[in-house]
């Protein structure tokens, strides 16, 4: 069983950037593929961004070079640096890790809120 614990959310302005951190339990971290996922009111949960044990990422088109993900797998500690966020990016975020793409263990979720 792995433990996932997100931080950082917050509200801000339209424009203004957030970093969230999800740090996990046990000790292979590093294998495990690592993602983001948010979930606004009425919708489906997206994939917003994920990263590999090579390194390898991936994200949603909706956020393409505003977001960035990446990894110390030292710190066993997965990020999502958030940048020119607008108000269709507010949303529930929730961390996720697997062996693969599809995710086994989820976070709690922590809430992210642009106002305009």
């Known amino acids: 069983q792995v433990q996932l614990v997100e931080s950082g959310g917050g509200l801000v302005q339209n424009g203004e950037s957030l970093r969230l951190s999800c740090a996990a339990s046990?000790?292979?971290?590093?294998?495990?593929?690592m993602g983001w996922y948010r979930q606004a009111p009425g919708k489906q949960r997206e994939l917003v961004a994920r990263i590999t044990s090579a390194g390898n990422t991936a994200y949603a088109d909706s956020v393409k070079g505003r977001f960035t993900i990446s990894r110390d797998n030292a710190k066993n500690t997965v990020y999502l640096q958030m940048n020119s966020l607008k108000p269709e990016d507010t949303a529930v975020y929730y961390c996720s890790s697997g062996l693969t793409n599809d995710p086994i263990y989820w976070g709690q979720g922590t809430q992210v809120t642009v106002s305009s």
């Open positions: 046990g000790n292979r971290f590093r294998v495990y593929v």
